[in-house]
Antibody, heavy 121, light 107 residues
């Protein structure tokens, strides 16, 4: 059974780069047929889709974040990463990674537990 | 972007009630809609995909319907474990977008 676990610094200073990792266990991140997403949720607010990594390594980003965002995979470590540059307080949120099976039109069926990121000096 | 609007934002109900949450898309998304349940401090959990398909392991009291721009999530008989926040999400086009959420509270 695939499990996801996010990790990263809980606190990032404004204007710096936020770097998060999503470790995948129980399956290979490069196996075909999966999409890997990052989603975030500010405290008390709704969910915002950040971007997606195909198992081929190509990506699709939310235009609202595209200029600051890089999502990539490291097949040797079986994880995906998120880098968000020039962060502000508006980037404070719980960050989740999630898997979507491409076939049969599935939704995001496996989620990590989330990691809290606070942007503050 | 495709805007997703849920109603109501908050719903008060009792155990055993039948409840329906609505999600409207700003343009047609065919059946590319998912519903998630989220409890405080936890990640969302997939309930329904492709508008009406029940995710494996999800109780049959949950059902989804609709297509195009209007969708529903129905819980046929509320159980204590169902009090949570529910989110709809479209995956017809990028960027994927979510509704603002519906909080289901105990009356």
């Amino acid at each position: 059974q695939v499990q996801l676990q996010e990790s990263g610094p809980g606190l990032v200073k404004p204007s710096q780069t936020l770097s998060l990792t999503c470790s995948v266990s129980g399956g290979s991140i490069s196996s075909g047929g999966y999409y890997w997403s990052w989603i975030r949720q500010p405290a008390g607010k709704g969910l915002e889709w950040i971007g997606l990594l195909y198992s081929s390594g190509s990506t699709n980003y939310n235009p609202s974040l595209k200029s600051r965002l890089t999502i990539a995979m490291d097949t040797s470590k079986n994880h995906l990463s998120l880098n968000l540059t020039s962060v502000t307080a508006a980037d404070t949120a719980v960050y989740y990674c999630a898997r979507r099976i491409a076939a049969a039109g599935s939704g995001m069926d496996v989620w990590g537990q989330g990691t809290t990121v606070t942007v503050s000096s | 972007d495709i805007q997703m609007t849920q109603s109501p934002s908050t719903l008060s109900a009792s155990v055993g009630d039948r409840v329906t949450i609505t999600c409207r898309a700003s343009q047609s998304i065919s059946s590319w809609l998912a519903w998630y349940q989220q409890k405080p401090g936890k990640a969302p959990k997939l309930l329904i995909y492709k508008a009406s398909n029940l995710q494996s392991g999800v109780p049959s009291r949950f059902s989804g319907g609709g297509s195009g721009t209007e969708f529903t999530l129905t819980i046929s008989s509320l159980q204590p474990d169902d009090f949570a926040t529910y989110h709809c999400q479209q995956y017809k086009g990028f960027p994927y977008t979510f509704g603002q959420g519906t909080k289901l509270e105990i009356k």
